[in-house]
């Protein structure tokens, strides 16, 4: 399978880019990656190019670049090319760690979404860290879409079904709408709407509305939202982890015997900032687009960079693509076609 | 000033509820009670009936009840006849740990909206953990509309910096606005609108979008949100810190060592407990009535049952509600009129 790489994104780019991707390259014998950037910066970085081709883009994205614009603008970008060689069929996933926006425009424009749905998802897995579930669960839309309607959520919950069942290897995935009661009338009128429809869909197991505060205990595999409440649920998860990590440094820090306890228990704290470092558990993805997109973190190190192929390998070998074009471009087209027929 | 107490409300009712009150009257000589609930129940539990009142309630509403309507048909309840007190004058605060959608019912059709308030607003207050900032945010709503409007979102705004100016004691409170980024093109139509709205107050130090992430490290002193927004917010940061201290201990008590770490650096612990044991910062309050309404968690004991009337303490001897008052019904109506008589 063949990874289109923008070399040039996120605060590390492109040496922790590179560095990542040869240790993905030595993990994953049947990938071989395409480096878009400034040829003259990534080829001295490439230690050994086997299954690595540096593909020469020109120009780069900045962070503060307004991305629709960015992406109209600079077609010879790294962003532009790389997300252009998956459109082209020259490579099965885009990869970047650059600024969020212009992979989403990218992705959009460029590679297109699937036809029947309306908006991609921004999707992210995170630790289920208490309780006797699995190890992650997934959480979609986080932030592709501030606005959002009935079908968006509907659409979601089947990407969200098809990722489960695909990349986290779950036969009936537990889907779950995010809301603030468990109760079915809960919510705005969307979100009572959406409870309803999911309800009644043979397709997916749908266990009801869950609530912020359950989903560390693994409440549900795969947790339906809309962008914007999703993103606020990601990074006050994130922000709370962060904080209590550094308020329990401080704390320990600040008495001489709970020093003492600190290093005879720092296994245990390095055990606990892996668990919550999410990053680990790969990039987000963008659901919805005709190819594989994945985005992670602009602060990305090597190491999340090859965990980050981990996944992308694993949703390329799935086929969690082709089975998402063929189920909303065929199978569920078909279907509407018939109902329309019988009427 | 006098409090009119639901003595039934909450999972530790009347038992807890009444020790609260009676710690509380030990703590504040102005303060008299009047304590709703059967009163064969509530008589035997008051050691001490110094400024004590009991007030014969027949009924109780339960968790599990549905709240429009047990407010509308449970009319000897704890709930409605302590509500019915503020609403006649014969308290100055309505204090529950019980039913919350009974609770903001009450609130609302016995208590009353403050004209030229829509929506009454849940408010919250946090602590900050990490950073330079002061002890704590006040965030609203948190939960009590789902659906929501431009208008809401201003009124939360000036309901919080009067709160922010006599509860917290804060004379220019920071008030951000929750959003998916901190620029000003962030999130849906009616939040851009918002941030807009906003930034044209002459009355309000708005500082601009504040992401869930940077909550906790004291971004602003007062955060206005949707009530749909701030309850997955507000879920999601408890829920992780209660999931980050079980991991933490399941981790250290899985190894020897670290064991030996935990005993010694457990009084760091405990403090890090107490930081965000956020129900020690006081009840949720229901802004917008024409009377203080304050709800505290459904497993309130008595030592947050007292520290909630030191809260309510504090909202009746600043005039909050009358504040409050004076500005919409009064000074906002009549600046609204004169604004017509111009045109």
Redesign the interface.
Known sequence: MKIAIDAMGGDNAPEEIVKGVELARDAFPDMTFQLFGPSDRLTPLVRNADRITVMHAASVIAMEDEPVRAVRSKKDSSIVLAATAVKNGEADAFFSAGNTGAVLAAGLFIIGRVKGIDRPALTTTLPV??GDASGSFTMLDV?AN??YKLSNLEQFAILGNFYGQTVMGIKQPRIGL?N?GTEAD????V?REAYQQLSESTQLNFIGNV???????GAADVVV?D???G???L??????????????R???M??T??K??????????H??GQ??DYSKHGGAVLLGLKGAVIKTHGSSKAETVRNTMSQIHQIVESGLIQQTIDYFEHERAEKAADDQTEK
């Open positions: 860290v208490t932030g501030a606005d995010l603030n809960k919510g705005d009128k979100h609530e912020s505060r359950e989903l560390l205990n939202t962008g914007f409440t993103n606020a649920t990074k006050a998860i994130e922000g709370t982890a962060l904080s209590m990590m550094s308020l329990i401080a704390k320990i600040g008495s015997s709970a003492v306890g600190y290093v005879l228990s720092r296994k245990a704290f055990q606990v668990v919550m």
